[in-house]
């Protein structure tokens, strides 16, 4: 699978922004997608992720209410959409392909090539 991002920019805060991850290659073993983050100096975090089947969500506590994930299957894509950004959120973001254990969202080895955040305060 091939993951590829798209919509980053630099926004000020409490602008909206919304990211797009498109997959190509075996598409059909994609289960679930999820879209993490990684700031300078801190480990990469899971923001968010959705399940292929029965659209089950997952949100970080500083993304829901703010952040909402989706997906368009016959496209194959993913949606990120952030509204009320804040500088914090400043960050590369990143898509993964992975699967829901449990309701817990685990990734697997393909991750795309991420896309720059950047919100001005």
């Known amino acids: 699978v091939q993951l590829t991002e798209s919509g980053g920019g630099l926004v000020q805060a409490g602008d909206s922004l919304r990211l797009t991850c498109a997959a190509s290659?075996?598409?059909?073993?994609?289960?679930?997608m999820g879209w993490y983050r990684q700031s300078p100096g801190k480990q990469r975090e899971l923001v968010a992720a959705i399940s292929r089947s029965d659209s089950t969500t997952f949100y970080a506590d500083y993304a829901r209410g703010r952040f909402t994930v989706s997906a368009d299957i016959a496209k194959n894509t993913m949606y990120l959409q952030m509204n009320s950004l804040k500088s914090e959120d400043t960050a590369v973001y990143y898509c993964?392909?992975?699967?829901?254990?449990?309701?817990?969202?685990?990734?697997?080895?393909?991750w795309g090539q991420g896309t720059q955040v950047t919100v001005s305060s």
């Open positions: 993964n392909d992975g699967l829901f254990i449990g309701g817990t969202y685990y990734s697997r080895i393909s």
């Open positions: 290659g075996s598409t059909w073993s994609i289960t679930a």
